[in-house]
């Protein structure tokens, strides 16, 4: 198998593409420059030399609250090029197994906790990322007409929040655990006797590591084409990727303060935006098929700071 897996580089696609050549996996990857999947001449191209067996689509424009709230017309346009970009195209190659990866914002802002797949165009979303979140629905909606008109095995996983080693340590438009650990590293190493978090700190988020992201989105991809169906349905073929517990803000802000040694005091900034309260995956129709996390949130709070320090200098230059 030669599989071509889009955004290598990235947090998601880099430990899908390690695990992909720890199975001895020929894995075809272009970078960014090298290939921008915005560009549909570029990408025809790219598909038509490349011929890949499978595609993994771990490419998008990626960023945090303040991210999505601030740039959405890039997070809209640049995410429906990539993926009509790459899923047209793969088809048009001949490619018969596609994984799409997309978000679990995908779901309204005001749906029954734990959200599950039926959820989906049920109501309002969120709106400090509706704009990333309108785009991956249509991600979803691309891999299942395909598969309706031209018979493809194009499948979609939905991640909850995700971190790890390779993640995005930028001040303002990363995620927010990347954003505590560099805020809180930096506290302790200026002296400052306090940490401000954005938002009230109520809000409930997921938190999966990435490798047991890559796991699941492997699993996924590997699933013979009966028991993904099985699972799925044509018009409801997404299948969620979550860890199973949620915390809060405030609890993940203190126990950010304690892995990285910062002993002042943790202020909220309220007129920052929360997004939505609570977004906890149902996860069980992946785990019925055999799938289950492996790294605790402590632990994989410990391990992300020893790559943060590890590669701190990188990160603050490219910031
Ligand atoms: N991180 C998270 O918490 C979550 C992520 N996801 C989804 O998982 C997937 C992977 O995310 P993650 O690994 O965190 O994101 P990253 O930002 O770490 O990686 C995305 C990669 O896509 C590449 N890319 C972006 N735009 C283009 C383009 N136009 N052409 C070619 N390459 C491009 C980026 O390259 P470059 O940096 O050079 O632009 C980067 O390597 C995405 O689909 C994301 O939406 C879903 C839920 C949560
Ligand atoms: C994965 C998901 O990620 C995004 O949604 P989000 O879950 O709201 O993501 P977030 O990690 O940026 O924030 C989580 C919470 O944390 C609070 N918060 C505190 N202090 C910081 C802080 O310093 N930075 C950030 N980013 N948030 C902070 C913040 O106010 C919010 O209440 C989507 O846009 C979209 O990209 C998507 O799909």
Same mark, same amino acid.
């Given at each position: 198998?030669?599989?071509?897996?889009?955004?290598?580089? /990235?947090?998601?696609?880099?430990?899908?593409? &390690?695990?992909?050549?720890?199975?001895?996996?020929?894995?075809?990857?272009?970078?960014?420059?090298?290939? !921008?999947?915005? !560009?549909?001449?570029?990408?025809?191209?790219?598909?038509?030399?490349?011929?890949?067996?499978?595609?993994?689509?771990?490419?998008?424009?990626?960023?945090?609250?303040?991210? =999505?709230?601030?740039?959405?017309?890039? %997070?809209?346009?640049? =995410?429906?090029?990539?993926?009509? @970009?790459?899923?047209?195209?793969?088809?048009?190659?001949?490619?018969?197994?596609?994984?799409?990866?997309?978000?679990?914002?995908?779901?309204?802002?005001?749906?029954?906790?734990?959200?599950?797949?039926?959820?989906?165009?049920? /109501?309002?979303?969120?709106?400090? =990322?509706?704009?990333?979140? $309108?785009?991956?629905?249509?991600?979803?909606?691309?891999?299942?007409?395909? @598969?309706?008109?031209?018979?493809?095995?194009?499948?979609?996983?939905?991640?909850?929040?995700?971190?790890?080693?390779?993640? =995005? %340590? +930028?001040?303002? @438009?990363? +995620? $927010?655990?990347?954003?505590?650990?560099? &805020? %809180?590293?930096?506290?302790?190493?200026?002296?400052?006797?306090?940490?401000?978090?954005?938002?009230?700190?109520?809000?409930?988020?997921?938190?999966? +590591?990435?490798?047991?992201?890559? #796991?699941?989105?492997?699993?996924?991809? !590997?699933? !013979?084409?009966?028991?993904?169906?099985?699972?799925? #349905?044509?018009?409801?073929?997404?299948? @969620?990727?979550?860890?199973? #517990?949620?915390?809060?803000?405030?609890?993940?802000?203190?126990?950010?303060?304690?892995?990285?040694? %910062?002993?002042? &005091?943790?202020?909220?900034?309220?007129?920052?935006?929360? /997004?939505?309260?609570?977004?906890?995956?149902?996860?069980?129709?992946?785990?019925?098929?055999?799938?289950?996390?492996?790294?605790?949130?402590?632990?994989?709070?410990?391990?992300?700071?020893?790559?943060?320090?590890?590669?701190?200098?990188?990160? &603050?230059?490219?910031?």
């Amino acid at each position: 198998m030669r599989i071509y897996v889009a955004g290598h580089r /990235g947090m998601v696609g880099g430990a899908i593409a &390690r695990k992909l050549r720890e199975r001895g996996v020929e894995v075809i990857t272009r970078t960014h420059a090298e290939l !921008d999947l915005t !560009d549909q001449a570029a990408v025809r191209a790219f598909f038509a030399s490349e011929k890949p067996d499978g595609v993994v689509l771990a490419a998008a424009k990626v960023g945090g609250i303040y991210a =999505n709230n601030t740039y959405p017309a890039d %997070f809209i346009y640049e =995410n429906l090029m990539i993926e009509a @970009n790459v899923v047209h195209q793969a088809y048009a190659a001949g490619v018969q197994r596609l994984l799409f990866l997309g978000s679990s914002c995908i779901y309204p802002r005001a749906v029954e906790q734990p959200m599950r797949e039926d959820a989906l165009l049920t /109501g309002v979303l969120e709106s400090t =990322n509706e704009p990333y979140a $309108v785009a991956k629905i249509a991600g979803i909606k691309l891999c299942e007409s395909y @598969n309706r008109q031209y018979g493809t095995d194009y499948r979609s996983v939905m991640p909850t929040n995700l971190y790890g080693p390779g993640d =995005n %340590f +930028h001040p303002e @438009n990363s +995620h $927010v655990m990347p954003a505590l650990i560099r &805020r %809180f590293h930096e506290a302790v190493e200026s002296g400052a006797d306090e940490v401000v978090i954005w938002g009230t700190g109520k809000p409930w988020r997921e938190f999966l +590591h990435v490798d047991d992201m890559a #796991e699941a989105s492997l699993f996924v991809f !590997d699933l !013979d084409k009966e028991t993904y169906e099985a699972n799925t #349905e044509p018009m409801l073929s997404h299948i @969620n990727v979550g860890f199973g #517990e949620d915390v809060t803000i405030a609890e993940l802000a203190h126990m950010i303060a304690e892995v990285t040694g %910062f002993k002042g &005091r943790i202020a909220f900034d309220s007129e920052k935006p929360d /997004g939505t309260m609570r977004k906890l995956m149902d996860s069980s129709r992946l785990k019925a098929m055999g799938w289950k996390p492996r790294v605790a949130l402590a632990e994989g709070v410990r391990e992300t700071y020893r790559w943060f320090l590890d590669h701190y200098e990188a990160a &603050r230059t490219t910031a």
